[in-house]
């Protein structure tokens, strides 16, 4: 797609989706991931949801088994809308990293 067809329709777009795009970029360009977070001492340093020790990779696998967000939200209490579509930005800016985890997981 030639640059200026994206612009065109990235203008057309409805301010809430212009946010979530500009975040996403952000987040891409800078290497930071709002409401994820990395320590060495939780989930063997993948990749989590902040203030959880839920594993994005693990969201990512309960979606391709195909649960649903609500689904995900009511087994999940203390996750938030905002988590999943975090979770989901991330799965989608490193699926190499995702895939490998969830491979990791499944021989374990």
Not at 26 to 34: E, G, N, Q, S
Not at 47 to 63: D, F, H, K, Q
Not at 66 to 72: L, P
């Amino acid at each position: 797609m030639l640059t200026i067809q994206l612009e065109s329709e990235l203008l057309a777009l409805p301010m809430p989706d212009k946010l979530h795009l500009l975040q996403v970029l952000v987040a891409d360009l800078t290497h930071t991931w709002p409401g994820i977070e990395k320590s060495p001492d939780i989930a063997g340093g993948a990749a989590c949801i902040i203030r959880t020790r839920i594993p994005v990779w693990s969201l990512a696998g309960y979606r391709r088994l195909g649960w649903s967000e609500e689904r995900i939200l009511s087994n999940f209490p203390t996750l938030r809308p905002a988590d999943l579509r975090n979770a989901w930005a991330y799965v989608a800016a490193h699926p190499g990293e995702i895939e490998q985890a969830i491979r990791e997981n499944e021989e374990a």
